[in-house]
């Protein structure tokens, strides 16, 4: 099964990639320039970004150490990523097709990894925390971005259940609850974590992922019908003529360390 989900997630990427690149979601956001705040980054570092994707860590992160590796299961995706970074004049990144869940490199590798907005495709996130842990320095840090499911069960249905109806490779947000379990068991020690609301813009959500026309519009009546507590919880704005505008998430930053 996890080798199924994988071949979903490489051709929904593939098809999909150059979105990736262009999406203001991905290229700017909060949590990017907290993460390269966070980050620590010294000339001295090699820095290991976990499925890259459009490459927007690895290129903000350049700049400011020695070495970047970007890493990521699809290679249409580092494609343009290298497209992107190289355009910008970096020349100290690294492009490396691998999967997050067995990594190919050795122990103690990397000063810092990161791994921003990717992990809710993973089908088997302990392998994915407890491989970062391995290839992490004593004293090195993870910087985890991605988005979360409410605690509550029946928010978490919902937008587990929109983002799969969205997008077929999505396999699950965890909860922070969940995270701070995943991470904690691994041997990490977690340092910090932050909260962020995410807003959807309904069209340009479904748009990224290669949505019908078809499929956007029955998504939308789904969400639509739902409950006045799931509607009002997540934020859903329509407009005057009902159609579905946007709604909220809920994203976290979780900065962890290695212990020496």
């Given at each position: 099964?996890?080798?199924?989900?994988?071949?979903?997630?490489?051709?929904?990427?593939?098809?999909?990639?150059?979105?990736?690149?262009?999406?203001?979601?991905?290229?700017?956001?909060?949590?990017?320039?907290?993460?390269?705040?966070?980050?620590?980054?010294?000339?001295?570092?090699?820095?290991?970004?976990?499925?890259?994707?459009?490459?927007?860590?690895?290129?903000?992160?350049?700049?400011?150490?020695?070495?970047?590796?970007?890493?990521?299961?699809?290679?249409?995706?580092?494609?343009?990523?290298?497209?992107?970074?190289?355009?910008?004049?970096?020349?100290?990144?690294?492009?490396?097709?691998?999967?997050?869940?067995?990594?190919?490199?050795?122990?103690?590798?990397?000063?810092?990894?990161?791994?921003?907005?990717?992990?809710?495709?993973?089908?088997?996130?302990?392998?994915?925390?407890?491989?970062?842990?391995?290839?992490?320095?004593?004293?090195?840090?993870?910087?985890?971005?991605?988005?979360?499911?409410?605690?509550?069960?029946?928010?978490?249905?919902?937008?587990?259940?929109?983002?799969?109806?969205?997008?077929?490779?999505?396999?699950?947000?965890?909860?922070?609850?969940?995270?701070?379990?995943?991470?904690?068991?691994?041997?990490?020690?977690?340092?910090?974590?932050?909260?962020?609301?995410?807003?959807?813009?309904?069209?340009?959500?479904?748009?990224?992922?290669?949505?019908?026309?078809?499929?956007?519009?029955?998504?939308?009546?789904?969400m639509l019908s739902e409950s006045d507590e799931i509607k009002t919880y997540f934020k859903l704005e329509t407009s005057e003529h009902g159609r579905l505008l946007r709604f909220e998430g809920e994203s976290i930053l979780?900065?962890?360390?290695?212990?020496?």
């Amino acid at each position: 099964m996890s080798d199924v989900i994988k071949d979903g997630v490489q051709k929904q990427f593939a098809k999909n990639a150059q979105k990736y690149v262009t999406s203001a979601r991905h290229a700017k956001g909060e949590d990017l320039a907290l993460l390269v705040a966070s980050s620590q980054a010294s000339p001295d570092m090699a820095v290991l970004d976990i499925a890259t994707g459009g490459g927007h860590v690895a290129n903000a992160l350049a700049p400011l150490v020695k070495q970047v590796t970007a890493l990521d299961l699809t290679e249409a995706m580092l494609q343009v990523a290298e497209r992107f970074i190289r355009g910008n004049g970096h020349q100290n990144v690294d492009f490396v097709a691998g999967d997050a869940e067995h990594l190919p490199f050795t122990d103690g590798s990397f000063d810092l990894v990161t791994c921003r907005i990717a992990a809710h495709h993973f089908p088997d996130v302990p392998s994915f925390i407890s491989e970062a842990l391995r290839v992490t320095k004593e004293g090195g840090r993870l910087l985890l971005i991605d988005n979360v499911a409410p605690e509550r069960d029946e928010n978490d249905r919902f937008y587990n259940e929109i983002e799969k109806r969205r997008d077929a490779s999505h396999v699950r947000a965890l909860r922070k609850t969940e995270w701070v379990r995943i991470i904690e068991l691994a041997g990490f020690r977690i340092e910090a974590m932050i909260s962020f609301e995410k807003p959807f813009l309904f069209e340009e959500w479904c748009e990224r992922a290669g949505m019908s026309e078809e499929e956007k519009r029955a998504l939308e009546a789904s969400m639509l019908s739902e409950s006045d507590e799931i509607k009002t919880y997540f934020k859903l704005e329509t407009s005057e003529h009902g159609r579905l505008l946007r709604f909220e998430g809920e994203s976290i930053l979780i900065q962890a360390a290695k212990s020496r």
